[in-house]
Each structure stands twice: as C-alpha cells, then as structure tokens.
T-cell receptor, first 112, second 115 residues
C-alpha cells in the first residue's frame, strides 16, 4: 500500500465529459500538489494547496484539499483532448520536511 | 534554455555494467533530487541534495551513488546494473524555501534499459 492512493488508475472518456480524480491517504499532509505528466516528459506542477478545505480553480480544473488534509480531488469540467496525460498528486507530510511523496497516478485519455 | 537537463535520455546496457546519468539545472535552485519511475508510472524519491549536502537518502541499494559537485549539478552513478534497475530516472530541482510549498521542476527523464 502506498502513502497516497489515487483513483481511478485509468480513465478513458469522450471530449466534453466531466471527471473527478481522487487522492487519498490516512496521513495528514502540510501541503499537497497536483502534477501532470505527458509522454517523454517530466511532471509539471498544476497547483499547490495548503489549507484544509481549500479550493483552487485553474480554468476548467478544480482542486480541493480535504478538511482534515488527508485527501484531495481534481475535477475537470468539459474535458478536452489536450487534458490527456498522467495526473499525479504529491504531498509533504506534516513534520516530514521537504520530502515530496507522489501518489500512484491516474492515466487520463480524452478522445474525440 | 532547458531548466533541468539530463543526459543521456536513453541508455541501454548489459547486466553487471556501471553507468552514470548527469543532471544540471540553471534555475538557481539549491535543492536537487533523483526520482525513479517504474513501469507502473509510480514515482519514488531516491535522493535529495541541498547545497551539495545529502539530505534525503531513501532505502536505495548501495550500488546507487549520487554525487553533487556543486549545487547546479547532481549526478547518479549505478554499479553492477540489474534487470530491476530498468526504469525512467528523473532529476528535479526546487528552492528549499518553507517546507510546504516548493514546486519541483523536473528534467525530461533518462530511460534506462538493462538487458
């Protein structure tokens, strides 16, 4: 079992659909980040959340940090083919210093 | 200008060989990392250096030895390569600011295949 479990592991949808990706843990995090990785490239940061209950929006993407700071979700509205990629949550444990631990990943494919 | 650059991008070698991967960042960051991404796309931290000092050393076999000649470079040397070492290795860097919010900037990865 990994520290941060993501679900679903794979998601294949049509353009225009909505989707939600979940990132869950039994541990408390001081902050949580979401990255997107495209084939042949390294992950790129989308957002950082630091306050329990915090909601951040990035165009069609909405990120939420759980009230207890143990989980997070990423919601995409009206998905586009350009959203295709590997989505990774990553967190720093409270008292864990600068070590960033990644989740298990969600591979999203958006088709026309 | 590439922010975090790794070489080589691809590496195919025989079991038992020794190989190195080099990483350089031009972002002025003081912290650098090595991550290993396995075939299931799971990213696991291996090492972290801050100003040439080792600060994170996960349970990685002794065959893996990082070296940081200066804060802009972090190289990874692997001795006696094994089949299970096949993976994509990512170098990353960040500011070592407060512990909560640092963004990691990743290189493009080095795909190592051990035959």
């Amino acid at each position: 079992t990994q520290l941060l479990e993501q679900s679903p592991q794979f998601l294949s949808i049509q353009e225009g659909e909505n989707l939600t990706v979940y990132c869950n843990s039994s541990s408390v995090f001081s902050s949580l980040q979401w990255y997107r990785q495209e084939p042949g490239e390294g992950p790129v940061l989308l957002v950082t959340v630091v306050t329990g209950g915090e909601v951040k929006k990035l165009k069609r993407l909405t990120f939420q940090f759980g009230d207890a700071r143990k989980d997070s979700s990423l919601h995409i509205t009206a998905a586009q083919t350009g959203d295709t990629g590997l989505y990774l949550c990553a967190g720093r444990l409270t008292g864990g210093g600068n070590k960033l631990t990644f989740g298990t990943g969600t591979q999203l494919k958006v088709e026309l | 200008d590439t922010a975090v650059s790794q070489t080589p991008k691809y590496l195919v070698t025989q079991m038992g060989n020794d190989k190195s991967i080099k990483c350089e960042q031009n972002l002025g960051h003081d912290t650098m990392y090595w991550y290993k991404q396995d075939s299931k796309k799971f990213l696991k931290i291996m090492f972290s250096y801050n100003n040439k000092e080792l600060i994170i050393n996960e349970t990685v076999p002794n065959r893996f030895s990082p070296k940081s000649p200066d804060k802009a470079h972090l190289n990874l040397h692997i001795n006696s390569l094994e089949l299970g070492d096949s993976a994509v290795y990512f170098c990353a860097s960040s500011h070592r600011q407060g512990p909560n919010t640092g963004e990691l900037f990743f290189g493009e990865g080095s795909r190592l295949t051990v035959l």
